[in-house]
Nanobody, 122 residues
Framework: QVQLVESGGGLVQAGGSLRLSCAAS????????MGWFRQAPGKEREFVAA????????YYADSVKGRFTISRDNAKNMVYLQMNSLKPEDTAIYYC???????????????WGQGTQVTVSS
């Protein structure tokens, strides 16, 4: 059974930092891109960041560029999202995605986690 499990979410003040983790099990994702998406209350899910299978290429939404960093450890089947200088508008449920041919669009990813809540207070 393939699973992606996110952790590391929580409540933080504006300007603070959080590090999200995504643990993959059931299959290796070392040969596929991985991504982070988020969904704020009342809004559609949106792309946040993606990383290539080797980690050599990354891509970010304009809204998080320069503040968030995506990374991966293929030996551990883990993906991370370091979030700095958090803003209240970053408040959302954050989802990890992997497998398939995904990059920055949702429909390319085959597997999704259940999400972890990030709340940024002003």
């Amino acid at each position: 059974q393939v699973q992606l499990v996110e952790s590391g979410g929580g409540l933080v003040q504006a300007g603070g930092s959080l590090r999200l983790s995504c643990a993959a099990s059931g299959r290796t994702f070392s040969n596929s891109a991985m991504g982070w998406f988020r969904q704020a209350p009342g809004k559609e899910r949106e792309f946040v960041a993606a990383i290539s299978w080797s980690g050599g290429r990354t891509y970010y939404a304009d809204s998080v560029k320069g503040r968030f960093t995506i990374s991966r450890d293929n030996a551990k089947n883990m993906v991370y999202l370091q979030m700095n200088s958090l803003k209240p508008e970053d408040t959302a449920i954050y989802y990890c995605a992997g497998g398939g041919h995904g990059w920055i669009t949702e429909d390319g990813y085959a597997y999704w986690g259940q999400g972890t809540q990030v709340t940024v207070s002003s």
